[in-house]
């Protein structure tokens, strides 16, 4: 984001990527306190086509943006492709990663030694979840959520809305009902 009397940032930017698929109160824990840690810091939500989304990119774009938006020094933009490939397009200085439990170091430090070396000197800060997070993951929030389970207390109030539209029964039209209608 440039600033807005037109002279170049060259303060450092940080750079946190993720699916946030849905992004949960572990991922807002990491935003708070990498941006407290950076002078600018870049959400930066990845289309994984390996995954199988519960909102659209542009949708988890839209829920980030509402979720800092308290939060001046973060901007919220999405990528596609290798993450130092847009490390590199966006001059970032260092990638930020969240970590939850010890399988989780084993495969964010060979990423980050894999990024370093594609990067050619991109460092990754891995900040350890807060406690009260530790255990919350998207996919856990998703699973619980699937079976109906209360999330309200692992996603922001805003994101808690979002999927619960998602499980609300969709209207029906009344030529598709008569087209059903088995009477």
């Known amino acids: 984001m440039p ?3 037109g ?3 060259t303060s450092p930017l940080a750079v946190y990527p993720g699916s ?3 992004v949960t109160n572990g991922h807002l824990d990491i935003i708070q ?3 407290r840690c950076f002078p600018r810091l870049l959400v930066a939500v990845v289309a994984n086509p390996s995954k199988q989304p519960m909102f659209t ?3 988890r774009v839209e ?4 979720v800092c938006a308290d939060m001046p020094n973060v901007e919220v933009d999405r990528f596609e492709g290798l993450l130092v490939e847009y490390v590199r397009r966006r001059q970032a200085q260092i990638i930020v990663k969240g970590l939850r439990i010890v399988s989780d170091f084993e495969h964010e430090f060979s990423m980050a030694v894999l990024n370093r070396k594609l990067r050619g000197g991109a460092d990754t800060m891995f900040v350890p979840a807060s406690i009260e ?5 998207s996919s856990s929030v998703k699973e619980v959520f699937a079976l109906g389970g209360d ?7 805003v994101v808690l809305r979002a999927m619960a539209a998602l499980r609300a029964p969709a209207v029906t039209s009344p030529a598709r009902r008569k087209e059903g209608d088995q009477s």
């Open 133 to 137: 997070y530790a255990y919350v993951s």
């Open 7 to 9: 002279s170049i940032d």
């Open 151 to 157: 999330i309200a207390d692992f996603v922001p109030p």
């Open 33 to 35: 306190r990498a941006a």
């Open 57 to 59: 990119l542009e949708r």
């Open 3 to 5: 600033p807005r009397n």
């Open 20 to 22: 946030f698929d849905p």
């Open 63 to 66: 829920l980030l943006r509402e």
